[in-house]
């Protein structure tokens, strides 16, 4: 084991996030020990705590403490059936990028309590002739499905990393929601803060909504901001809907959803595990022939290409359990447009 050691980050490591800089620094280190000595705090920024996800900047100060000199196993070669699996569901490459449609059920990333098959352990099925393997550029939730981007190249993921960063995508899902929100068309504002505890299923702390003029008095709590449409309904029991997160925070987009009183059908972690909620309102589960997977769906992603400057504009067909609620009910992904939120021509 090394000592402890305090390193000053130059101009090279400013923009990355800690994780990959420490992954790329010292490749014995796996993500869910960086996790783990972050959690601990045995990492430090600038003397404070920091999270595996924070941009470093150049001048700050990073303490290291203690690591293991020697590199874990190698990660196990992907099986053949997963190779498949995996470069079938790519929906369009070039040089510079890989679009997934990921499927759910899959993590994006190692992590705690996350095993070792997930979308970046995959990657490496899809190198394409290239040395190395393409790197997530940004995340899903693991049963989330939908368009996630990847790069073949550390300059191109900084590039698509500023672009997500600086909201200069966007991103819009499909959900099918229990109830039908009102109005049909709105904007949520709800700040989000993490709720304490681990929560339900493994996915970490649950995220708790914060009024938007409380936001600034709730230690921990940052600002969210959803765009919602209301495209089909079954009555009033069932909605399709679709949304923007103007913001990207954690669980914002089920967090908000819920605090409507609307939860995402299959939703357990924010909407219950029944059909209604003892104290009233909608549960997250629609019964009968209806699937308990979460249906929430990264449908389409627009992006100006980081290299060619190219306008992109990438759809991703929904996942069989959503296909088969979305037939039940008799909707079709063609009768409604690519961005509801446009407005006519």
């Given at each position: 084991m090394s000592g402890v050691r305090t390193l000053t980050l130059g101009p090279d490591d400013a923009e990355q996030r800690l994780d990959r800089w420490l992954r790329k620094r010292y490749p014995q280190l796996t993500q869910g020990r960086i996790e783990k000595m972050c959690r601990k705090g045995e990492l430090r920024l600038d003397g404070g705590r920091v999270k595996p996800a924070a941009r470093l900047e150049a001048g700050q100060t990073l303490r290291l403490p203690p690591l293991p000199e020697t590199a874990p196993p190698p990660p196990a070669e992907v099986s053949a059936s997963d190779a498949e699996m995996i470069r079938?569901?790519?929906?369009?490459?070039?040089?510079?990028?890989?679009?997934?449609?990921?499927?759910?059920?899959?993590?994006?990333?190692?992590?705690?309590?996350?095993?070792?098959?997930?979308?970046?352990?995959?990657?490496?099925?899809?190198?394409y002739?290239?040395?190395?393997?393409?790197?997530?550029?940004?995340?899903?939730?693991?049963?989330?499905?939908?368009?996630?981007?990847?790069?073949?190249?550390?300059?191109?993921?900084?590039?698509?990393?500023?672009?997500?960063?600086?909201?200069?995508?966007?991103?819009?899902?499909?959900?099918?929601?229990?109830?039908?929100?009102?109005?049909?068309?709105?904007?949520?504002?709800?700040?989000?803060?993490?709720?304490?505890?681990?929560?339900?299923?493994?996915?970490?702390?649950?995220?708790?909504?914060?009024?938007?003029?409380?936001?600034?008095?709730?230690?921990?709590?940052?600002?969210?901001?959803?765009?919602?449409?209301?495209?089909?309904?079954?009555?009033?029991?069932?909605?399709?809907?679709?949304?923007?997160?103007?913001?990207?925070?954690?669980?914002?987009?089920?967090?908000h959803m819920a605090e409507l009183g609307h939860p995402i059908v299959g939703d357990g972690k924010y909407g219950g595990s029944g059909q209604e909620k003892a104290e009233g309102g909608w549960g997250a589960q629609l019964g009968g022939e209806i699937s308990r997977k979460l249906h929430l769906h990264a449908r389409h992603l627009q992006l100006t290409h980081p290299v060619t400057g190219a306008a992109l504009s990438i759809t991703a067909p929904l996942p069989g359990h959503m296909a088969r609620s979305w037939a039940t009910f008799g909707w079709s992904p063609d009768d409604v447009p690519d961005d509801p939120f446009e407005a006519p021509r």
């Open positions: 079938a569901a790519v929906l369009w490459h070039d040089q510079h990028i890989i679009a997934l449609n990921k499927p759910p059920g899959l993590p994006s990333q190692g992590g705690s309590g996350v095993g070792g098959r997930h979308i970046d352990g995959l990657a490496g099925a899809l190198c002739g290239y040395k190395d393997k393409p790197s997530l550029v940004h995340r899903l939730d693991r049963d989330t499905s939908g368009v996630m981007l990847l790069a073949r190249t550390p300059r191109v993921a900084r590039r698509l990393s500023e672009a997500f960063r600086g909201r200069d995508t966007r991103k819009i899902y499909w959900a099918l929601t229990a109830g039908v929100p009102q109005p049909r068309m709105g904007t949520i504002r709800y700040g989000l803060v993490k709720a304490p505890g681990r929560g339900a299923q493994g996915e970490g702390e649950k995220m708790r909504c914060v009024a938007p003029d409380a936001v600034a008095d709730t230690p921990g709590a940052k600002r969210a901001t959803t765009d919602f449409a209301v495209l089909e309904t079954l009555g009033q029991r069932a909605a399709w809907v679709a949304l923007v997160p103007v913001t990207g925070r954690t669980h914002q987009l089920r967090a």
